[in-house]
């Protein structure tokens, strides 16, 4: 669709079909725009990859790709975030004790494995834990931090970013520790600055909660 900034209203610009890549778009989950405007990225469910779209002048979208994401078969729920330099994608999926971090071609938006974090594995120095189910990740407004939730885990989980891309555990916030109850399948994560503060909201479905976290 073509959003009009002046008015709001929104008017039909394409239609994308499975035959319009390769037979590959079945089930899409989740759509982000890198942020310089050049690709389109969408998580086929039908045979676990990502897809790839060049984006042109007009907005339309020509399919290019499919990347192997690594993700195990039969799975759903699978979110994914980009940097706003456009140079790394990060993806989980709710059903899985993994997420991935892919370098972006910044020449033709292609994907490649960086590397791959999973519960149970050291990560800094500190063991990664409770990262059963990854819901959503949110990136810092600084980028140099990630935020995932953990729907069967119970948590969110906190990563330092470094400045290739590369990311280190650093903090664990989980149900019934510190003070904070209702903290049950983590979902929905964003956050936004107010002043000098900054804050993590995170949905917590099965309490039918929604918590505020400062970020410090």
Not at 105 to 134: C, D, F
């Amino acid at each position: 669709f073509n959003y009009d900034k002046n008015s709001g209203i929104i008017s039909l610009v394409q239609t994308l079909e499975n035959s319009d890549a390769d037979n590959n778009f079945n089930f899409p989950e989740d759509i982000k725009i890198s942020p310089n405007g050049q690709w389109l990225y969408t998580f086929n469910q039908s045979d676990y990859t990502l897809l790839k779209f060049d984006r042109q002048p007009d907005g339309t979208l020509i399919y290019d790709s499919a990347a192997d994401t690594g993700l195990p078969s039969g799975i759903v729920g699978q979110h994914f975030i980009i940097s706003d330099d456009s140079e790394d994608l990060y993806a989980g999926t709710r059903f899985g004790e993994s997420f991935y971090h892919y370098k972006i071609n910044q020449v033709n938006g292609h994907l490649s494995l960086q590397n791959t974090y999973t519960n149970n594995t050291n990560s800094g120095g500190n063991t990664i834990t409770t990262m059963n189910g990854v819901d959503s990740l949110w990136l810092s407004e600084d980028q140099a931090h990630l935020y995932l939730t953990t729907f069967s885990g119970d948590s969110m989980l906190m990563f330092t970013r470094a400045a290739n891309g590369d990311l280190t555990y650093t903090q664990k916030i989980e149900n019934n520790t510190g003070g904070i109850t209702g903290f049950e399948n983590t979902e929905i994560i964003n956050g936004f600055t107010s002043g000098n503060d900054s804050f993590v909201i995170v949905q917590a479905s099965s309490s039918n909660r929604i918590l505020s976290l400062i970020h410090i």
